[in-house]
């Protein structure tokens, strides 16, 4: 499979597994996971709670976070190697750092409450019965998180790539 092909399906997954199933972070994991089979399970069972802008708190993005982990998962430090001789650390760092960044440009944050704000006109408490019920209404899971994930997984694959880490047939 080429860059564009995963790039292509890496989007399409993580558009429909949010939209069919909810939680950001999974929805990206997942998506790298179904499409290249190298994330493991447990990896993919940790990103559990960061959905919603970590528990549903609406802080750091689920989705940026479960980037980060996808990310980390091509470069970061092994336990084997926790001194981190070769510096993965630092290069994890830094790649996280460029979606990180990303988000900045398209969504003017990483929070997201704030995301919520500029794709749907206002945050969401996702923990309250009522106004998750309007969160969907206003197409959380319709298109508004969905697109957010279809970005970051697209995001990922460009870092990636761009640093050697992602090659395509």
Not at 43 to 54: C, M, N, S, W
Request: charged share 25%; glycine share 12%; net charge negative.
């Amino acid at each position: 499979m080429n860059l564009s092909e995963l790039t292509n399906k890496v989007q399409e997954l993580a558009y429909q597994y949010e939209r069919q199933y909810g939680g950001c972070s999974q929805c990206v994991v997942g998506a790298y996971k179904t499409a290249l089979g190298t994330i493991s399970d447990d990896v993919f069972k940790a990103a559990t709670g960061l959905a919603g802008g970590i528990g549903l708190t609406g802080s750091a993005c689920g989705a940026l976070t479960g980037g980060v982990i996808v990310i980390s998962t091509f470069i970061g430090r092994d336990f084997n190697n926790f001194a981190d001789p070769s510096g993965d650390r630092r290069k994890t760092f830094r790649l996280a750092a460029k979606l990180v960044d990303r988000f900045k440009e398209e969504y003017g944050s990483t929070i997201c409450h704030d995301i919520q704000t500029k794709l749907m006109g206002r945050p969401f408490n996702l923990r309250d019965k009522e106004d998750y019920k309007e969160f969907l209404a206003a197409g959380g899971h319709e298109d508004k998180c969905p697109s957010v994930c279809a970005n970051t997984v697209k995001w990922i694959a460009e870092i990636l790539a761009d640093e050697g880490l992602l090659k395509g047939d």
